[in-house]
Nanobody, 128 residues
Framework: VQLVESGGGLVQAGASLTLSCAAS?????????FGWFRQAPGKERAFVAA????????KYSDSVQGRFTISRDNAKNMVYLQLNDLKLDDTAVYYC?????????????????????WGQGTQVTVSS
């Protein structure tokens, strides 16, 4: 299973970005929850958002609730993260992750350990 993120960049505070995650390989994409995490320098990897199999249920960290939107396109094997009103504290490497081991009836996971596959990350830098 391969996850490839794209869409990061250098933006000013208040700007928007859309991150994309393309999934490929031996995965039945529509059967799994997906999540986005981020890791800032010197900090642990932190949960950002997650989406269930059909996109109807989402979960966000308190720090991004109302500013970020996670979505997915099962026909294209893609997961997206729309980042609006970016703040300096949003600067981090953003990772896409797939939860392929847990049953889909379980709640969306927020712990990195619950996700089995990870992308290489895409850098988001917010300047003042």
């Amino acid at each position: 299973v391969q996850l490839v993120e794209s869409g990061g960049g250098l933006v000013q505070a208040g700007a928007s970005l859309t991150l994309s995650c393309a999934a490929s390989g031996r995965i039945f994409f529509a059967s799994h929850h997906f999540g986005w995490f981020r890791q800032a320098p010197g900090k642990e990897r932190a949960f950002v958002a997650a989406v269930n199999t059909n996109g109807a249920i989402t979960k966000y960290s308190d720090s991004v609730q109302g500013r970020f939107t996670i979505s997915r396109d099962n026909a294209k094997n893609m997961v997206y993260l729309q980042l609006n009103d970016l703040k300096l504290d949003d600067t981090a490497v953003y990772y896409c992750a797939a939860d392929v081991r847990r049953a889909v009836i379980q709640p969306l996971a927020v712990a990195p350990a619950d996700y089995e596959y990870w992308g290489q990350g895409t850098q988001v830098t917010v300047s003042s």
